[in-house]
């Protein structure tokens, strides 16, 4: 099972980047799908969720209108776009898996939101 991460980096407050999780080694289209963030010194955080089939997604109240997740079950991928980024955005982001009581996770990618 892998779940690898792509699209961190260094931005400027104000601008966008978009997340990739490629998954492998599992059904993907029967997994719940996560976004989760981290920030130095605080516990880890969910940002997004989005059913297995795509037709429900939630977000936490704090990107609400800034990030959008998706996933494309053909690519075994999920994504998260997020805009108007802010330092507060600052954190290792983390896709989860989870279906019933199998959950996996990613290795994380950094982003840094700075002037």
């Known amino acids: 099972v892998q779940l690898v991460e792509s699209g961190g980096g260094l931005v400027q407050p104000g601008g966008s980047l978009r997340l990739s999780c490629a998954a492998s080694g599992f059904t993907f289209s029967d997994y719940n799908m996560r976004w989760y963030r981290q920030a130095p010194g605080k516990e880890r955080e969910l940002v997004a969720t989005?059913?297995?089939?795509?037709?429900?997604?939630n977000y936490a109240e704090f990107v609400k209108g800034r990030f959008t997740i998706s996933r494309d079950n053909a690519k075994n991928t999920v994504y998260l776009q997020m805009n108007s980024l802010k330092p507060e955005d600052t954190a290792v982001y983390y896709c989860?898996?989870?279906?019933?009581?199998?959950?996996?996770w990613g290795q994380g990618t950094q982003v840094t939101v700075s002037s």
């Open positions: 989860n898996a989870n279906r019933m009581s199998r959950t996996y």
């Open positions: 989005i059913s297995s089939s795509g037709g429900s997604i």
